[in-house]
Each structure stands twice: as structure tokens, then as C-alpha cells.
């Protein structure tokens, strides 16, 4: 039997596989403008985060989220 994907809340099947599609079907060049989009957005911020506390950073978030 196979288990059963959980999602975050507002996400299913659907949503990643339009994700993906998204991703998979992308031309180098599209992909490079919508990282250079994403830079210029003034409503997030980027921060360099050393790989060894990923984690802990990623369960700080869920947490605030929650």
C-alpha cells in the first residue's frame, strides 16, 4: 500500500503537479528572469543561512506560522 503525500494546508495533488509542470516546462531564459524578479521584490528578503542551520531556521518558521 502506498502512504498517503501530506501536504502544507492549501495544497494537493493538483497544486505541485501545476507546480511542477511550471518548473519542467520552463526555458533557461524564463527561469532566469523570475529569479531576477524575485530579487527585485521589495516584500521578501533573501538571507544566506550556513546549510547546518537550515533546520533549525525552517522549524522557526513553522512555528511563527502555526
Known amino acids: 500500500m502506498m502512504k498517503k503525500s501530506k501536504f502544507p494546508n492549501g495544497w494537493d495533488d ?5 507546480v511542477l509542470d511550471h518548473y519542467e516546462n520552463q ?6 528572469a523570475e529569479d531576477e524578479a524575485a530579487w527585485e521584490n521589495t516584500s521578501q528578503t533573501f538571507i544566506e543561512v550556513p546549510n547546518e542551520l537550515v533546520p533549525a531556521v ?7 506560522v502555526a
Open 14 to 18: 493538483e497544486r505541485v503537479k501545476r
Open 58 to 64: 525552517r522549524e522557526l518558521l513553522a512555528k511563527k
Open 27 to 32: 526555458t533557461e531564459e524564463e527561469a532566469v
